[in-house]
């Protein structure tokens, strides 16, 4: 018997949370051929990889993802195939591509999700040549795939679509019967292409760009009960996924959604799979995340399918001057992103009137919310103005004659602009928390929002910092989770939930394959990085760069990532491909071209 490729001596994990051992895997025609206790034979293998000492496992699963445009111009997705993601999620946050033209993609994307408004706008219109989801599938297959997608259909990309971008922001406007048809014919239409779900948003601080419609909420908002029961529905008789994002300022909303969660199997009605934003342990409300454990667990007891998403490594997040998504929560922060031009808006920053309002709108912290508003909370980390780089705003007003923090914020700003560079910890502080979480499950492991807020973040490597908190939990004695449970966590799990064909690692598996050396579980793994991003005109972005911790990674039994390098075939050749919800996933024609060296 003969492979392709033999992946020898490893800690192997399946995916299923059951006890790891050192095996062979022996893989042929892009699955697991073999798991086996024994060593296989290496004769005519092309590719022999000797894993002693490292774990195998299968690649991890991104949920939450905002690849939908930079998918088009870079279909490689290196930023997280490099730290083991193989399969990944599009369609977030009740945006997508399939439906919307180039210029209201832009104004969808662009401020709710920090991507240049003309990149989007250039991408969408150069690659658009879909008029279905159907479509849509096809022409990302016809793109060299690194990783394996799946994807949500956004419902503010249906909206705009059916209603134009103008009327799906007016509250006063309601869709006309044969447009609520339409929405619903849209969503079927996705779910016979093979999408796991719709994705909704109700919250109010996501703000649109461009001219048209300039700081209106997305379309989903202004959605009112009859035309979300109508698509509920759809999903519920499928059996497929309603992600959504509740209105944070009105928290029983978050009970509506959960409660439309729960089934009555007694009469044929299905519980509805709901995956909920997000389960964060907020430094502004400490004792929230509680609350959401506690409603999870009661409401899948009473019946229901109910997930949150959740992020499992401190929120932390960096800005420029005042460009950062937490200040679109508040009256006087918006105010301040609604404006385009620097004039504009360094003209407001000064205004006096203006400043009171900000100082008011800090100082109110009571309410829902998710930033702590605390500028004694937020550390400068580059400024041309080097005398105040490591201090707090906060620092920075009592030595400058106890000025208010706001008032020390918007003064260096004004001096500084976007070169004054700060950063803060929103959430997930809180180290014993983040373990109860990841215990927790109701609680779905994954929310990175790769691909977007390119400046603000970079999680491309949550997964390994799950590991490596539950690998140092393990060495110091107090364990948490297994690491056996930890990789079922972001694997098998996810895609059993979402009914995707990937994340696990027995004979007869995708071979989506992770190889981790844990002694490089370390430091690097929180190390502050940035990388041009070609597809957005060379511009920084934040990202993770721990590349001796990966030292392999496959995607259907083919090697795209070795040694801290692409292989040739990344970029080149398509190794992933769309994966149907419910579906087995096809194997790719065979090629040639990707005969590598072997790796000894």
């Not at 909370?377 to 780089?389: L, Q, T």
């Amino acid at each position: 018997m003969t492979y392709d490729t033999i992946i020898k001596g490893g800690r192997w994990f399946d995916g299923t949370g059951a006890p790891s051992a050192v095996r062979h895997l022996g893989i042929r025609d892009g699955r697991v051929a073999t798991v086996s206790t024994a060593p296989l034979d290496e004769t005519g293998c092309p590719e022999v990889v000797d894993a002693t000492g490292r774990w195998v496992m299968p690649g991890m699963v991104d949920i939450h993802t905002h690849y939908d445009v930079e998918v088009l111009e870079g279909p490689a997705l290196e930023e997280s195939l490099r730290h083991g993601v193989t399969t990944i999620l599009l369609g977030s946050c009740s945006l997508s591509t399939v439906h919307v033209d180039p210029v209201d993609a832009g104004d969808l994307f662009g401020r709710v999700e920090a991507i240049p408004r003309q990149h989007v706008i250039g991408s969408v219109g150069t690659h658009k040549t879909w008029r279905s989801a159907r479509e849509y599938v096809a022409a990302l297959e016809s793109l060299p795939l690194g990783p394996n997608l799946a994807s949500f259909i956004g419902h503010s990309d249906m909206r705009t679509a059916t209603m134009g971008l103008d009327r799906a922001t007016r509250d006063d406007v309601r869709p006309t019967r044969s447009e609520v048809d339409r929405m619903e014919q849209m969503l079927t239409e996705a779910l016979d292409a093979g999408f796991i779900g719709m994705s909704a948003q109700q919250l109010l601080f996501d703000k649109l760009d461009g001219d048209l419609c300039r700081s209106r909420t997305l379309p989903s908002t202004y959605a009112r009960r009859h035309e979300m029961r109508r698509l509920r529905e759809v999903l519920r008789r499928r059996g497929r996924a309603l992600q959504a994002g509740p209105d944070a300022t009105h928290p029983h909303t978050i009970l509506l959604q959960a409660l439309h969660s729960i089934g009555l199997r007694a009469i044929g009605r299905n519980p509805l799979k709901t995956s909920l934003l997000s389960a964060a342990d907020l430094k502004a409300i400490p004792f929230v995340i509680h609350l959401m454990r506690l409603l999870g667990g009661v409401v899948n007891r009473l019946g229901a399918d109910f997930r949150w998403q959740h992020l499992p490594v401190p929120f932390e997040v960096y800005a420029d001057g005042i460009d950062l998504v937490i200040f679109e929560e508040f009256g006087s922060g918006a105010a301040a992103l609604h404006l385009q031009e620097k004039l504009a808006r360094d003209e407001l920053m000064r205004d006096p009137t203006y400043r009171a309002r900000f100082r008011k709108d800090y100082e109110s912290k009571y309410g829902p919310r998710v930033w702590h508003r605390d500028f004694f909370d937020a550390e400068i980390v580059a400024c041309p103005d080097a005398s105040v780089v490591g201090r707090s705003f906060g620092q920075v007003g009592v030595e400058r004659g106890g000025a208010h923090p706001v008032d020390a914020f918007l003064d260096l700003v004004l001096e500084h602009g976007t070169a004054l560079r700060w950063r803060t910890t929103i959430s997930n502080h809180r180290p014993k928390v983040l373990q109860q979480m990841a215990q927790t499950p109701s609680i779905q492991m994954g929310f990175s929002d790769a691909g977007a807020h390119l400046r603000n973040m970079a999680f491309y490597n949550v997964g390994l910092r799950l590991l490596k908190h539950v690998s140092d939990a393990e060495r110091s004695g107090r364990p948490f989770l297994t690491v056996e449970q930890a990789v079922h966590r972001m694997t098998g799990e996810l895609a059993d939930w979402y009914g995707l064909d990937a994340g696990h690692l027995r004979e007869g598996d995708r071979a989506d394959v992770l190889v981790v050396d844990p002694e490089r579980l370390d430091a690097s793994l929180e190390e502050y990085a940035e990388a041009p991003v070609d597809q957005y005109g060379g511009l920084s972005r934040m990202v993770n760069r721990n590349d001796a911790t990966v030292p392999l990674v496959m995607v259907g039994g083919r090697t795209v990532w070795r040694d801290g390098r692409a292989t040739p075939l990344l970029g080149r050749e398509r190794t992933g491909q769309f994966l149907r919800a419910g579906e087995p996933a096809a194997p790719l024609p065979a090629s040639g071209a990707d005969t590598l060296p072997s790796a000894s």
